[in-house]
């Protein structure tokens, strides 16, 4: 296995980080500030890791697919492998990862995934392409970013509560979340109560674990200090689902999670092709989406 490396990119005064563990952004900065979560290992040990070729948990953390049975962990694997790079200039960045014997062994699929990270004027976009190499067999698969960002950017002057959530959409007063029942998705939907398309931060959010919305009545949002005007904003139409989640209080970091994938429902029957949100690649299909991030500096 290759040694894990260290990659660079800058754009003005923007300047991101990566890892090939991953192909993890491991830092995003302006002018010196960190905007994205440092992985602290007592709280949260990831920065922005990549979920694929599942979203969430399983059911009894297994699926079956063609009569087998299958375990896979939350999130799935791609996260904990060592990507090789394609492509590298100054301000782009192209990760790959393909299948192999190991993938194999709990995800009998042939796939090709790439990782593009662009720095531009006003922060990065990110794009993922997953291409099925096989001639004769379907690809069944999710994909999903987990980026944590710093929050507050600046602990010593700020708090959780000094930042607001604004969906970009003043006349938006409600959205419809799904709950969670032991990390899957349960029997109901809850709603979520907005200030003229605002929410205003604080930790009881998300005692419950994450906030999770379809994607389409919102597509972009943007998390703000009161105190500084700095933040970040994300634009995710080409995605099915929105999370957002900390791990606890004053944790220092939220996440802003655009997916093409979801955790099982409760009462799920454990097929791979009957989960919701898995996405299907005929063969030699090729499947691209992205987002955008901005830095408010």
């Known amino acids: 296995m290759n040694a894990t490396q260290s990659f660079q990119l800058i754009k003005g005064p923007i300047e991101a980080r990566f890892s090939s ?8 900065s302006v002018r010196g500030l960190e905007y994205l979560w440092q992985a602290n290992p007592s709280i949260w040990g990831r920065h922005a890791p ?4 599942i979203v969430g948990r399983l059911r009894s953390d297994q699926y079956s697919y063609q009569g087998k049975s299958y375990p896979l962990s ?7 492998r060592n990507f090789s790079v394609l492509e590298q200039s100054t301000d782009r960045l192209v990760f790959t990862l393909e299948s192999d014997e190991q993938s194999l062994c709990v995800y009998p699929f042939a796939f090709a995934l790439q990782i593009a990270y662009e720095l531009t004027e006003t922060g990065m976009h990110v794009t ?15 994909i999903g970013a987990h980026p944590g960002f710093n929050c507050p950017l600046e602990p010593k002057i700020e708090s959780l509560e000094d930042y607001q959530l604004d969906f970009g959409q003043p006349n938006l007063s409600s959205l419809s979340l799904y709950t969670l ?4 998705i349960g029997r109901k939907k809850e709603a979520l109560s907005l200030n003229a398309g605002k929410l205003d931060l604080h930790w009881e959010l998300f005692q419950n674990d994450a906030l999770i919305f379809d994607v389409g009545p919102v597509t972009s949002i943007s998390v703000r200090s009161r105190k500084t005007g700095r933040g970040y904003g994300m634009e995710f139409a080409e995605f099915c689902w929105l999370g957002l989640w900390t791990k606890q209080r004053n944790a220092g970091f939220l996440c802003l999670e655009p997916w093409n994938g979801i955790a ?12 919701r949100g898995m996405q299907l690649l005929s063969p030699g299909g090729v499947q691209e989406v992205g987002f955008g991030l901005t830095l408010f500096d």
């Open 128 to 142: 993922y392409r997953v291409r099925n190499p096989d001639p004769e067999a379907d690809l069944w698969y999710s």
């Open 264 to 275: 099982d429902a409760w009462d799920h029957d454990g097929q791979l092709q009957n989960k």
């Open 50 to 53: 990549v979920l694929f070729p």
């Open 181 to 184: 029942e032991n990390g899957l």
């Open 74 to 80: 939350q999130h799935g694997f791609a996260r904990d």
């Open 21 to 28: 563990q991953g192909a993890e952004c491991t830092s995003l």
